[in-house]
């Protein structure tokens, strides 16, 4: 078992973990529960169509949040806000601008529900795949978690930078897959990255 090390400065982990997909999170809560730490589980993904993508990656994670025992929010599902946040974006390749963009914007909504909400740490399972960009990813949720602060009177959500490909994490991120039967998807999530 992975050991966490929480960020400087927390001590009473309240977290709220953003997901993207079960696949990607079978592991990060199964470490995360291990480990004392019991997450909410957020599922803020406007960036998937088509809809019918978007309700079967979301039904998959619910069903796996249930037999883990973990409670899971869903945000509100506005893909032409999204598709507003990355415009002039399209043509960005996998990793590009967009992606940077996109991580923003799915995590800035997490972090607004963690100030609401009482969570004191926010990570993501976007950490977890081997095809996105960690420093993409942590610049985004250092960014979104500092301009909730700021917009909260400096209270809200600190950013946890967690590597969650390391400790073992990712073999079992593939048992898990197999042992759940997971519907794996093939692609990201947005019409740009269908390949």
Request: with cysteine; aromatic share 10%; glycine share 8%.
């Amino acid at each position: 078992m992975l050991s966490l090390v929480l960020p400087a400065g927390v001590s009473d982990a309240r977290v709220l973990l953003h997901s993207c997909c079960a696949p990607c999170s079978g592991a990060i809560i199964e470490c995360l529960l291990d480990n004392g730490i019991r997450p909410v589980v957020f599922f803020s993904n406007s960036n998937i169509v088509p809809y019918s993508e978007y309700e079967l990656r979301k039904a998959e994670l619910e069903r796996y949040c249930r037999h883990m025992g973990v409670d899971t929010v869903s945000d509100k599902y506005d893909h032409n806000e999204w598709l507003s946040a990355v415009k002039g974006l399209e043509n960005e390749p996998e990793r590009g601008a967009r992606c940077l963009c996109c991580f923003r914007f799915r995590l800035l909504r997490a972090a607004g529900y963690a100030a609401e909400h009482g969570f004191n740490l926010l990570a993501t399972t976007l950490a977890s795949s081997r095809w996105k960009d960690l420093s993409q990813v942590d610049e985004a949720g250092l960014r979104a978690c500092a301009e909730v602060r700021a917009g909260h009177g400096g209270t809200g959500p600190v950013w946890w930078a967690q590597n969650w490909r390391k400790g073992g994490l990712q073999p079992r991120r593939n048992e898990i897959i197999k042992e759940q039967n997971f519907y794996n998807q093939t692609f990201c999530g947005c019409e740009f990255s269908r390949g």
